[in-house]
């Protein structure tokens, strides 16, 4: 893989490529010419040329671009990503794929839009893919360093090699070059992206962002990874990630696995059903078989979204909402596991497991001898997985006490925990049951669909936001040594009654 081609030697064709996509990023500017050069031809060439090496170096191509260093950056990136998806990347070459991405970013920190070099545009699936790629990198770096210092031996080369190289998908500076991004498309104060200092700083910021809740996600901050999209309209099916399926199931199901972090059930359950909705439409009308990119993993990924809202049934019984087709599916796929879950068995872990993303440690391990069998990037990770099980059994043990209090006007106190059997006299399970049943939840009910695979688009630009709201299946007040009971408010449901009868 280190190999350089001759200058000289760069097919005539493959310099036609480069110098036509300049020109489109610098000159020319047009969406559809880009999306042509971006998404067929390179495709095309990379079979026909590079099927077994990689393409030539920035420094092989700079002529046909007037050695534009910005470009020459995105270039550079845009190859590495040939390298990492077709052939085999060594442990040099990831600290190697550092140094693009830190270079590319700097360069997208330090552009100036007024310069003589004129503005820059990119597409939106090249912004999204970039700061994607970004964030997979981050993560399997993490991994591997952790795995490999749990081998225990320091005089191995490769990790000699980790070791002598701290700095390399350091979290901080991955946090700051995202953020930074951000910051420069001054997107959280004009979500709209007018006033970003150009095209190419919107739609970076814009993608930047979602990677950033993803990357949030996988580092188990979920408050962080809700305010990482914050300023994004997720019902705005108009928007970006809307309009670009991969981004937006990135989005769903990061967003998913955060709501059930911070124990929002109705919002994970409402974010991964839209998405799972979305992606069987998809599948139905034939969007997605049209040589989507990526399609081969929305299939898994959707698979994966359904074992969590299958967790999210198992915790939650009648107040987890499910729509038909959903429930079907859950049925169909894990109805075992959840038929085990209702009758207090085991099946949380095993969902949650399959389910939940590669959560990552990003500390950096000493590579000593005392690390042997020691992961701790795993460790992190069944750590998270631990968390969330015992926060879905002990939600799931206080639907029998939510289901004996309904069975009642009034109750003794102590009755309730006889009945529940828990041991502690009923009080800490009504009161827990109280607590929650306050969930924060947010205040925007339109569905989260993608305007690309079938939805109807809308310019709505309302901010998400959220307040405390009880789950309304019952309602109840302590006096004294004695719980009444009322009926939580129940709303009429007349849509679903003239669904049913048209």
């Not at 760069?10 to 996509?21: A, K, M, N, R, Y």
């Not at 009308?285 to 979204?305: I, P, S």
Request: aromatic share 10%.
């Amino acid at each position: 893989m280190s190999s350089e081609l001759a200058s000289e030697s760069v097919p005539p064709e493959v310099s036609d490529f480069i110098f036509d996509l300049h020109d489109a990023c610098r000159r020319s500017q047009r969406i559809d010419e880009m999306k042509e050069l971006y998404s067929g031809s390179f495709v095309r060439l990379s079979t026909k040329y590079f099927s077994s090496t990689p393409w030539p170096s920035a420094s092989q191509i700079s002529s046909e671009c007037g050695n534009d260093s910005l470009f020459l950056s995105f270039y550079s990136e845009l190859v590495l990503r040939h390298t990492f998806t077709s052939l085999r990347p060594s442990l040099a070459d990831k600290i190697s794929s550092w140094s693009t991405y830190v270079t590319l970013f700097e360069s997208v920190l330090s552009s100036d839009p007024t310069s003589q070099e004129g503005s820059f545009m990119i597409l939106p699936e090249w912004a999204f893919e970039v700061c994607h790629e970004f964030v997979y990198q981050f993560q399997g770096f993490c991994q591997y360093r952790h795995s490999q210092a749990s081998k225990g031996d320091p005089t191995d080369p490769q990790s000699a090699l980790l070791k002598s190289n701290p700095e390399v998908w350091d979290l901080p500076t991955v946090m700051r070059l995202l953020t930074g991004v951000i910051d420069l498309s001054n997107l959280r104060s004009d979500p709209t992206g007018k006033s970003s200092p150009s095209q190419m700083h919107h739609v970076l910021g814009y993608f930047a962002a979602v990677s950033l809740s993803r990357l949030e996600c996988l580092l188990g901050d979920f408050s962080g990874s809700l305010d990482a999209v914050s300023f994004v309209n997720l019902a705005d099916k108009s928007s970006l990630h809307a309009n670009l399926f991969a981004a937006q199931l990135s989005l769903s199901y990061h967003l998913g696995v955060s709501y059930m972090g911070l124990g929002r059930t109705r919002d994970a359950a409402r974010t991964l059903g839209s998405m799972c909705h979305a992606i069987g439409r998809g599948f139905k009308t034939g969007y997605l078989m049209k040589g989507t990119k990526g399609q081969e993993q929305f299939g898994k990924l959707e698979n994966k979204m359904v074992a969590l809202v299958t967790v999210l049934v198992g915790m939650g019984g009648q107040t987890v909402k499910v729509d038909e087709n959903l429930m079907k599916a859950v049925q169909e796929r894990f109805g075992d596991k959840l038929g085990k879950i209702e009758q207090g068995e085991e099946g949380f872990e095993e969902l949650y497991t399959f389910g939940c993303p590669k959560f990552v440690s990003p500390g950096k391990p000493l590579f000593s001898a005392s690390e042997k069998g020691h992961n701790k990037s795993g460790d992190f990770y069944k750590k998270q997985v631990k968390l969330a099980v015992a926060r879905a059994e002990r939600v799931r043990k206080l639907g029998k006490t939510r289901s004996t209090l309904k069975l009642y006007s009034k109750v003794e106190v102590g009755k309730v925990g006889t009945l529940v059997g828990s041991g502690c006299g009923g009080l800490p399970d009504i009161l827990s049951l109280k607590v929650t049943g306050l969930q924060v939840e947010s205040t925007r009910r339109a569905p989260f669909t993608s305007a690309a695979a079938g939805g109807n688009p809308t310019t709505n630009q309302d901010k998400d936001t959220s307040q405390v709201m009880g789950q309304g299946e019952v309602g109840f007040l302590i006096v004294g040594d004695e719980v009444n009971v009322g009926g939580g408010k129940k709303k009429a449901r007349t849509d679903v009654y003239f669904v049913k009868n048209i």
